[in-house]
């Protein structure tokens, strides 16, 4: 089935920009969705339609999309930000969603 | 304020039969799709299907269809999702989600996200 690839792991020093990028065959056609997970929390999205922020998301948050590879950036890392991050997209039907793989989000 | 709020804890037997809900209040129930969500800690969360309490129209992924049984009852504003056969792979958190599909005015529809979360239930599959 379709899959969307993230890398497992990103480590950033505070203050500086984190990068998460999210690959799939379908994203030139199909949007895509963050989600920032906290250990023990549910997931909160932080971005929906590849750039848009949701009410009360931090502007630090962003994303951009180039072709099959869409980005999530972080920028003015913060102890807080150390997370899990998804990203979700839908395939080529755009009926049916997935779910990348994670990636954990480490601040030095 | 919208609020999903998830049944509890289960802990079952392989072979055994389950059915764990979300109930919505805040908002009109029929208004949005309830998206289903696995998390383990191998392949973290999968997005398992969606159900449309107006009409009880379901769409599941290919991982999950016919290995669960997604539904909502629109007169009690719950969503649910059914095992009837559990088996130890199946141990794992479970979140029930808004699926919100926005109709602007003069625009066509789009899908915003997955904006409110229930708390999750932790279901545990062990002989």
């Known amino acids: 089935s379709y899959q969307l690839t993230q890398p497992p792991s990103v480590s950033v020093s505070p203050g500086q920009t984190a990068r998460i990028t999210c690959s799939g065959d379908?994203?030139?056609?199909?949007?895509v969705y963050w989600y920032q997970q906290r250990p023990g929390q549910a997931p909160v999205l932080i971005i929906y339609k590849d750039s848009e922020r949701p009410s009360g998301i931090p502007e630090r948050f962003s994303g951009s999309s180039s072709g099959t590879t869409v980005t999530l950036s972080i920028s003015g890392v913060q102890a807080a930000d150390e997370a899990d991050y998804y990203c979700q997209s839908a395939d080529s039907s755009g009926k049916i969603y997935f779910f990348g793989s994670g990636t954990k989000v480490t601040v030095l | 304020e919208e609020q999903l709020v998830q049944s509890g804890a289960e802990m079952k037997k392989p072979g055994e039969s389950l059915t764990i809900s979300c109930k919505a209040s805040?908002?009109?129930?029929?208004?949005?799709?309830v998206a289903w969500v696995r998390q383990t800690p191998e392949k973290g969360l999968e997005w398992m299907g969606i159900?449309?309490?107006?009409?009880?129209?379901?769409r599941y992924s290919p991982s999950f269809q016919g290995q669960v049984t997604i539904s909502a009852d629109e007169s009690i504003s719950t969503a649910y999702l059914h095992w009837s056969s559990l088996e130890a792979s199946d141990t794992a958190i479970y979140y029930c989600?808004?699926?919100?599909?926005?109709?602007?005015?003069?625009?066509?529809?789009?899908?915003?996200?997955?904006?409110?979360w229930g708390q999750g239930t932790t279901v545990t599959v062990s002989s």
């Open positions: 989600a808004i699926h919100r599909v926005v109709v602007p005015p003069s625009n066509k529809p789009f899908y915003y996200g997955l904006d409110v």
């Open positions: 379908a994203l030139p056609k199909q949007y």
């Open positions: 159900v449309y309490p107006a009409d009880s129209d379901t």
């Open positions: 805040g908002y009109i129930f029929s208004r949005y799709w």
